[in-house]
């Protein structure tokens, strides 16, 4: 008899033992990053500057025709999603003739945390080209989504739209 219950408090220790272990990774799981956080607006401006140098590299490659360079910074989802390939790119960027400069300048952003130190920014800015005659400066607005990684220090971006941005930016009024 004796015996026995002993076993049977080994038995409920061992489970009550089991039924921690399974509290904690399920706490450890839910967690770890894996869900999306709600938008909010970019003030800091750090990170406002480095999202835009992103879109301003992409810019870059852009108006100098670097397909190769493109395709390294496009978002794969993106690539994917449009089956981008060298040939057909241009039939999916914006067209900045190699004429004058280009530069983005960013108006408005809104970060998007989707853990693991992976954030996505959805940008509303203006692209300026800069022409000789100073009074013809033409600015269009534009959008852009931009993924930024911040444990291997790597960026993807792409095109956006209007109503995209205006989702995210009325999603963070909600909050």
Do not use: H
Request: charged share 20%.
């Amino acid at each position: 008899m004796n015996g026995v219950y002993i076993s049977k408090k080994i038995l409920i220790a061992f489970g009550v033992i089991v039924a921690a272990l399974l509290f904690i990774l399920l706490q450890i799981i839910e967690n770890s990053g894996t869900s999306i956080s709600r938008p909010t607006i970019v003030t800091d401006a750090s990170r406002f500057f480095t999202v835009s140098g992103c879109v301003n590299k992409y810019i870059t490659y852009l108006q100098s025709e670097s397909t190769e360079e493109l395709l390294t910074i496009l978002t794969p989802q993106y690539v994917e999603d449009n089956s981008i390939t060298e040939q057909n790119i241009y039939t999916f960027l914006d067209q900045l003739p190699t004429i004058n400069n280009y530069t983005f300048s960013a108006r408005e952003m809104y970060e998007i945390d989707l853990g693991d130190d992976i954030y996505r920014y959805e940008i509303y800015g203006w692209i300026t080209e800069d022409s000789f005659n100073s009074m013809n400066t033409n600015k269009r607005d534009t959008y852009y989504s931009v993924t930024l990684n911040e444990q291997t220090l790597t960026f993807s971006i792409n095109p956006s739209t209007s109503e995209i941005f205006e989702e995210v930016k009325n999603e963070q009024a909600t909050n």
